[in-house]
């Protein structure tokens, strides 16, 4: 997998999802260190609150991409 390449997900509004800033905000993160050499947050232990009526990320997609991300990254 190539950690340089930034996900795009579905967007759900009247089921349950994962905030998008929170995300967002992880994966900039994750993304900052890969990018910088410095230590990459733990992808396990990334939480996200989630959203029912409001736009969010659809979990499954998210936690999809995060497990294959953990997967390629040493010690994750």
Known sequence: ???????????TRWR??????????????VFHALSTGHPVPHIDGARFRPTR????YYME?????????????PDQ
């Open 1 to 11: 997998m190539s950690t340089g390449a930034r996900p795009s997900f579905t967007r």
């Open 16 to 29: 349950e999802g994962y905030a998008v800033s929170d995300v967002d905000d992880f994966l900039d993160r």
């Open 53 to 56: 009526f409001g736009e969010g």
């Open 61 to 73: 997609e998210v936690d999809d991409f995060l497990d294959e991300l953990a997967a390629g990254l």
